[in-house]
């Protein structure tokens, strides 16, 4: 079992990736992360790529859950689907503007910022923003570049004499490129972009490295901002500042784009991973993705029910009294969301079958924080497991025990070392 340590330093990290290290910091000291129970924690635990019994346990036992958590903040977990839905999708009775967590715990010095931590109109207003160019006509432009990317993958991984990374050769370099596309990054930045991508999610190098990332993230934003400004290219950004010219101000901009880079980078990159795992040790999803390209769709959306990478949404704040499964929630109270629960309603935690028709699932949210880059996660599923396997028929695991995230809000591997001969 992880130490309580490990646990801490996993939280800090993952805290710091969203930019309210310096908060929690301030508030509470990272000493007192190590003091969660572990009953808190339970919606974060996984056993390999499938959530903990103990959540499964908890789901059979009511929809709605109050978790210990100390520090004076009352925190909700809900694991029922109809729940789940209710909460996600009532912004009259939750809200997600990070500063009403001040009525909570006090003052805040910093707030995340982006898609996830607005409420309407502000939220509306930024989301239009995005929108058109995450249509299905918008980026259909990508799909031969995606095409291309992971086929130039698929020739690394294969000059690769003895066992190699798939994390680091394929998970993470088909969304960090893909994401340079889509927003437009020049050819000559992108491989200090790919580096910033994955610093800001760099687990090892621990809460302060991430926070210096973030930051050196975001006045790259800026740089490449001010780049669009003089001469708008085709991308996301391009097309924004050609849409509404100065009424997006370049803060905001670069916000934005790094919302896109938070949302689509380690999410993709752990489906890409984790999906393989189960891939490779799933004989009837192996053939039917590799074989079947009438069943690649309907599997990838299995794969996104069964592993939920992004194990619990933004946390939501009660705007009133209000009852919810049962429980009685106070204004100003903390909600969360288990995706991962709620996607394994009714059915057994280990259960994952690749014939299985998904009529719909919440990986990607529900309501108006739905993920707006879903379609384009997608894409890249698509494109990328079929053609790894393809590729690579002999394709197994070189570590049948991967080490796992301890603890994360983003279920994954940090490496998956496998043998492609």
Same mark, same amino acid.
């Given at each position: 079992?992880?130490?309580?340590?490990?646990?801490?330093?996993?939280?800090?990290?993952?805290?710091?990736?969203?930019?309210?290290?310096?908060?929690?910091?301030? =508030?509470?000291?990272?000493?007192?992360?190590?003091?969660? @129970?572990? #009953?808190?924690?339970?919606?974060?635990?996984?056993?390999?790529?499938?959530?903990?019994?103990?959540?499964? #346990?908890?789901?059979?036992?009511?929809?709605?859950?109050?978790?210990?958590? @100390?520090?004076?903040? %009352?925190?909700?977990?809900?694991?029922?689907?109809?729940?789940?839905?209710?909460?996600?999708?009532?912004?009259?009775?939750?809200?997600?503007?990070?500063?009403?967590?001040?009525?909570?715990?006090?003052?805040?010095?910093?707030? @995340?910022?982006?898609?996830?931590?607005?409420?309407?109109?502000?939220?509306? %207003?930024?989301?239009?923003?995005?929108?058109?160019?995450?249509?299905? =006509?918008?980026?259909? #432009?990508?799909?031969? %570049?995606?095409?291309?990317?992971?086929?130039?993958?698929?020739?690394?991984?294969?000059?690769?004499? $003895? @066992?190699?990374?798939?994390?680091?050769?394929?998970?993470?370099?088909?969304?960090?490129?893909?994401?340079?596309?889509?927003?437009?990054?020049?050819?000559?930045? =992108?491989? #200090?972009?790919?580096?910033?991508?994955a610093a800001r999610f760099d687990l090892f190098g621990g809460a302060n490295?991430?926070?210096?990332?973030?930051?050196?993230?975001?006045?790259?934003?800026?740089?490449?901002?001010?780049?669009?400004?003089?001469?708008?290219?085709? $991308?996301?950004?391009?097309?924004?500042?050609?849409?509404?010219?100065?009424?997006?101000?370049?803060?905001?901009?670069?916000?934005?784009?790094?919302?896109?880079?938070?949302?689509? &980078?380690?999410?993709?990159?752990?489906?890409?991973?984790?999906?393989?795992?189960?891939?490779?040790?799933?004989?009837?999803?192996?053939?039917?993705? %590799?074989?079947?390209?009438?069943?690649?769709?309907?599997?990838?959306?299995?794969?996104?029910?069964?592993?939920?990478?992004?194990?619990?949404?933004?946390?939501? &704040?009660?705007?009133?009294?209000?009852?919810?499964? !049962?429980?009685?929630?106070?204004?100003?109270?903390?909600?969360?969301?288990?995706?991962?629960?709620?996607?394994?309603?009714?059915?057994?935690?280990?259960? &994952?079958?690749?014939?299985?028709?998904?009529?719909?699932?919440?990986?990607?949210?529900? $309501?108006?924080?739905?993920?707006? $880059?879903?379609?384009?996660?997608?894409?890249?599923?698509?494109?990328?497991?079929?053609?790894?396997?393809? =590729?690579?028929?002999?394709?197994?695991?070189?570590?049948?025990?991967?080490?796992?995230?301890?603890?994360?809000?983003?279920? !994954?591997?940090?490496?998956?070392?496998?043998?492609?001969?």
């Amino acid at each position: 079992m992880a130490t309580l340590a490990s646990v801490r330093d996993g939280l800090v990290a993952w805290v710091a990736r969203r930019s309210v290290t310096r908060w929690v910091m301030g =508030r509470i000291g990272s000493r007192a992360l190590s003091l969660l @129970p572990d #009953r808190a924690l339970v919606p974060l635990k996984r056993d390999g790529v499938v959530p903990a019994a103990e959540l499964g #346990r908890m789901s059979e036992a009511g929809p709605v859950h109050r978790l210990p958590v @100390p520090f004076g903040v %009352r925190v909700w977990l809900v694991t029922g689907q109809a729940e789940a839905r209710k909460v996600l999708s009532d912004t009259e009775a939750f809200s997600n503007d990070y500063a009403r967590l001040g009525a909570a715990v006090g003052r805040i010095e910093q707030t @995340p910022g982006g898609l996830g931590f607005a409420d309407p109109p502000d939220h509306t %207003r930024l989301r239009k923003l995005l929108t058109p160019e995450f249509t299905m =006509r918008r980026m259909s #432009r990508l799909v031969p %570049r995606i095409d291309e990317i992971v086929t130039e993958r698929l020739d690394a991984m294969a000059a690769v004499d $003895g @066992p190699v990374d798939l994390v680091k050769e394929f998970a993470l370099p088909i969304p960090s490129l893909t994401i340079c596309e889509l927003l437009g990054v020049p050819y000559e930045d =992108r491989a #200090r972009f790919q580096e910033l991508a994955a610093a800001r999610f760099d687990l090892f190098g621990g809460a302060n490295s991430a926070l210096g990332a973030i930051s050196e993230s975001l006045k790259y934003m800026e740089k490449i901002v001010r780049k669009e400004r003089r001469s708008p290219g085709d $991308g996301l950004l391009g097309m924004i500042i050609r849409e509404h010219g100065d009424a997006v101000g370049d803060e905001e901009l670069a916000g934005l784009a790094d919302g896109v880079l938070t949302g689509g &980078f380690d999410t993709t990159a752990s489906m890409l991973a984790l999906g393989a795992i189960v891939l490779i040790t799933d004989p009837a999803a192996r053939s039917a993705m %590799r074989d079947d390209d009438q069943a690649v769709a309907p599997l990838v959306e299995e794969l996104l029910r069964h592993l939920s990478v992004v194990q619990v949404a933004f946390p939501r &704040f009660a705007k009133h009294d209000l009852e919810i499964g !049962g429980a009685r929630i106070a204004e100003g109270d903390v909600v969360v969301v288990s995706l991962s629960a709620a996607n394994r309603e009714g059915l057994d935690r280990l259960d &994952f079958d690749a014939a299985r028709k998904v009529s719909q699932h919440l990986a990607f949210g529900y $309501g108006a924080h739905r993920c707006v $880059g879903a379609e384009l996660a997608r894409m890249e599923l698509r494109a990328a497991y079929p053609a790894l396997l393809r =590729r690579f028929p002999n394709l197994r695991l070189a570590d049948e025990r991967p080490t796992f995230r301890t603890a994360s809000i983003v279920h !994954g591997v940090d490496s998956l070392m496998v043998h492609t001969r």
